[in-house]
């Protein structure tokens, strides 16, 4: 079983940056999808972006495209987001997803075999 760990999470002024880390519990490098998805209060959970292996092609949400940046470093499994010109929009806890086998459909929770337990950000 692997555990996905967040971390990085906080507060932040409007316009701030913040980088959120997702490390797996053993260095498992054949996810072939890894993802970030978030929930903020009274609305459902939403994907963010998707980052596939090997090919290291990404994906965006339409309201984070140009802002957040999704990466993953290979050598020690672990997934980041960089998100930068926050707004209170973006105030959500935050979670990584990992899949093992290749899927299309990034932005649906229910294909993700493995789930962090999310890390808070909260932008005001």
């Known amino acids: 079983h692997v555990q996905l760990v967040e971390s990085g999470g906080g507060s932040v002024q409007v316009g701030g940056s913040l980088r959120l880390s997702c490390t797996a519990s053993?260095?498992?490098?054949?996810?072939?999808?890894m993802a970030w998805f978030r929930r903020a209060p009274g609305k459902e959970r939403e994907g963010v972006a998707v980052i596939y292996r090997p090919s290291g092609v990404t994906n965006y949400a339409d309201t984070v495209q140009g802002r957040f940046t999704i990466s993953r470093e290979v050598a020690t499994n672990t997934l980041y987001l960089q998100m930068n010109s926050l707004t209170p929009e973006d105030t959500a806890m935050y979670y990584c997803?990992?899949?093992?086998?290749?899927?299309?459909?990034?932005?649906?929770?229910?294909?993700?075999?493995?789930w962090g337990q999310g890390t808070q950000v909260t932008v005001s």
């Open positions: 053993r260095n498992e490098p054949h996810f072939k999808v």
């Open positions: 997803a990992a899949r093992w086998a290749y899927e299309d459909r990034w932005n649906f929770a229910g294909i993700y075999d493995y």
